[in-house]
T-cell receptor
Framework: GQQVMQIPQYQHVQEGEDFTTYCNSS?????IQWYKQRPGGHPVFLIQ?????EVKKQKRLTFQFGEAKKNSSLHITATQTTDVGTYFC?????????FGTGTSLTVIP | GAVVSQHPSRVICKSGTSVKIECRSL??????MFWYRQFPKQSLMLMAT?????????EQGVEKDKFLINHASLTLSTLTVTSAHPEDSSFYIC????????????FGSGTRLTVV
């Protein structure tokens, strides 16, 4: 079945350091989406990537979709304490929508 | 725009009772809603996909007789946990796709179910 894995599972960084999470799908995805879930909260949509090799930026966040459309990455430059949370990639498979395993980010002030 | 309202946010129930969770799309029509379950520090696991006016599609391993899903209108989907047991305690969350690249899938605020 559809599997979407993310690494690392957990990441602790000092405030100001960079952070990257990697997402790998067992199948080709028509698009990939990224979500952020704060502790105790629900997932919030960040961005959608559709094209092979696409790169999008949102302020300090850079999202990339792999050429084969089976992997993606999220990079945060100069992390801040407000970046704390779990970052999920997600993608459609048929009529369903599956989430990656998530990367929990802790930012140490 | 694109808000999904989910109720209740928290519920505690006794073993053997049933609990209904509602998700409403407030400013758009959701022909499809997805129901997820999330255990602490884990990812969201898709339980089922509900389609307005038809039977829900359940993921492998999810008991359809235990987790009853009804999608009676374009703005309301419900999940009923029947004969709840402590192992059903979890965070349940619904989502719907908004037909716009700016929204992706929008989520309800989730329901924390505790079965005692």
């Amino acid at each position: 079945g559809q599997q979407v894995m993310q690494i690392p599972q957990y990441q602790h960084v000092q405030e100001g350091e960079d952070f990257t999470t990697y997402c790998n799908s067992s199948t080709t995805l028509s698009n990939i989406q990224w979500y952020k879930q704060r502790p105790g909260g629900h997932p919030v949509f960040l961005i959608q990537l559709v094209k092979s090799g696409e790169v999008k930026k949102q302020k300090r966040l850079t999202f990339q979709f792999g050429e084969a459309k089976k992997n993606s990455s999220l990079h945060i430059t100069a992390t801040q304490t407000t970046d704390v949370g779990t970052y999920f990639c997600a993608g459609p498979a048929g009529n369903q929508f599956y989430f990656g395993t998530g990367t929990s980010l802790t930012v140490i002030p | 725009g694109a808000v999904v309202s989910q109720h209740p946010s928290r519920v505690i129930c006794k073993s053997g009772t049933s609990v209904k969770i509602e998700c409403r799309s407030l400013d758009f029509q959701a022909t499809t809603m997805f129901w997820y379950r999330q255990f602490p520090k884990q990812s969201l696991m898709l339980m089922a996909t509900s389609n307005e006016g038809s039977k829900a599609t359940y993921e492998q391993g999810v008991e359809k007789d235990k987790f009853l899903i009804n999608h009676a209108s374009l703005t309301l989907s419900t999940l009923t946990v029947t004969s709840a047991h402590p192992e059903d305690s979890s965070f349940y969350i619904c989502s719907a796709r908004v037909d716009s690249p700016n929204y992706g899938y929008t989520f309800g605020s989730g329901t924390r179910l505790t079965v005692v």
